[in-house]
């Protein structure tokens, strides 16, 4: 059993920046791709980023060379840094792993 808790969202102006984590335990963190999505209000969740084991990225169009997704093995933990915010970033972010997912952080870009 995976279990994924993500932490870091909150509130920031529009060109901002955050970092959100994703706290894995259970299974070999190694393993496995690891993504993140996002739901906005009232639309479906999209995919955002992906890493798999031997750390190849891909990134959504909307937030490619904004977003960095990134991995430490030792810590058990799935980054994102996100720079350059925009108000359309606005959602609750969640983390993936092998089909498990955690409760999500919100992210809210406004002025």
């Known amino acids: 059993q995976v279990q994924l808790v993500e932490s870091g969202g909150g509130l920031v102006q529009p060109g901002g920046s955050l970092r959100l984590s994703c706290a894995a335990s259970g299974g070999i963190f190694k393993l496995g791709t690891m993504a993140w999505y996002r739901q906005a209000p009232g639309k479906q969740r999209e995919w955002v980023a992906t890493?798999?084991?031997?750390?190849?990225?891909n990134y959504a169009d909307s937030v490619k060379g904004r977003f960095t997704i990134s991995r430490d093995n030792a810590k058990n933990t799935l980054y994102l840094q996100m720079v350059s915010l925009k108000p359309e970033d606005t959602a609750v972010y969640y983390c993936?792993?092998?089909?498990?997912w955690g409760q999500g952080t919100q992210v809210t870009v406004s002025s």
């Open positions: 890493i798999t084991p031997g750390d190849t990225t």
């Open positions: 993936w792993k092998m089909g498990y």
